[in-house]
C-alpha cells in the first residue's frame, strides 16, 4: 500500500468514527428530549387530576346577587387541599359543605350592588407549601333592577359636617374589623324565618335618593 491509498483509507476511517458518534450523539439527545417531553405531559397530567372541580350556582349573576360555590376535593390528595378563594382580591371563606362532607368545600360570594356589568372570574388557589396552583373560574355579571326611594331630608344627613364625617368614620372602621371575622362552623338550626312578624317594605337593593343625590343602595331587608 502506497502512502496516498494509507492517508485515504485513514481519513475515511476517521470520518467514520465522526459520523458514529454523530449519530448516537443524536440518537441520545432524541431519546433524552422524549423522556422529558413524556415527563412534562405526565406531570401536567397529574396536576390535572389533582384539581379541584369548581362548580358554580349560576355563570349569570346579577349585580347584588349571590353565587353558591362548590369546590370538590376528593380527588386531590390531602395536603393539596388548603384552599384560597377570592374575588376581585377579596378573600372568600369556605366551609365544609353541610351535606356532601369536609372533602367538599362551600362558599358564599356577594356581588356589590354596584358591580360593573361583565365577564369576571373568581381565583382558586390550593396545594401546599411552595407547590400551589391556581385557576380562574370565570362567569359574568349583569345590571340587576331594583326600585328607588325618593327622600327629602336635612342637608346635615347629605352633606355632613367635619365633626360627623369623623364619627361615621370610626363607626365605618369597627364595623369593619366586626364583618372581618366569621367563623367556618355552622351556627345555627333549622330554616331561616324572619326576624319580625309583618310584612316587608324596606327590599334590598332599593337606589336611596337623597335631596336629589343619589346617596346609597339599601343593602338590608326592611320589615314592620
Not at 362567569?139 to 364619627?167: A, C, I, M, S
Request: some cysteine.
Amino acid at each position: 500500500m502506497n502512502t496516498d491509498t494509507w492517508m485515504v483509507s485513514s481519513r475515511a476511517r476517521s470520518l467514520v468514527a465522526r459520523l458514529a458518534v454523530w449519530f448516537f450523539f443524536g440518537c441520545w439527545l432524541g431519546a433524552v428530549s422524549t423522556a422529558a417531553t413524556e415527563e412534562s405531559a405526565h406531570a401536567q397530567s397529574a396536576t390535572d387530576r389533582a384539581a379541584p372541580e369548581v362548580t358554580l350556582s349560576t355563570v349569570d349573576v346579577e349585580t347584588g346577587g349571590t353565587l353558591f360555590v362548590q369546590i370538590d376535593c376528593r380527588r386531590m390528595p390531602a395536603a393539596s387541599r388548603d384552599l384560597r378563594l377570592s374575588y376581585h382580591d377579596q378573600g372568600i371563606m369556605v366551609f365544609p359543605h353541610p351535606v356532601k362532607g369536609p372533602a367538599v368545600q362551600a362558599g358564599l360570594v356577594g356581588i356589590p350592588l354596584t358591580a360593573p356589568a361583565g365577564k369576571t372570574h373568581l381565583t382558586i388557589e390550593w396545594g401546599s407549601g411552595a407547590q400551589r396552583l391556581a385557576q380562574k373560574v370565570p362567569f359574568e355579571v349583569r345590571q340587576g333592577t331594583y326600585g328607588e326611594e325618593t327622600l327629602t331630608v336635612d342637608p346635615r344627613h347629605v352633606r355632613p359636617n367635619p365633626k360627623e364625617l369623623d364619627r361615621i368614620r370610626r363607626e365605618q372602621e369597627e364595623l369593619k374589623q366586626i364583618y372581618a371575622s366569621g367563623s367556618r362552623s355552622r351556627l345555627w338550626q333549622g330554616a331561616f324565618r324572619i326576624p319580625v312578624p309583618g310584612e316587608m317594605n324596606g327590599p334590598f337593593g332599593t337606589r336611596r335618593v337623597f335631596n336629589g343625590e343619589l346617596q346609597s343602595h339599601h343593602t338590608g331587608t326592611d320589615f314592620r
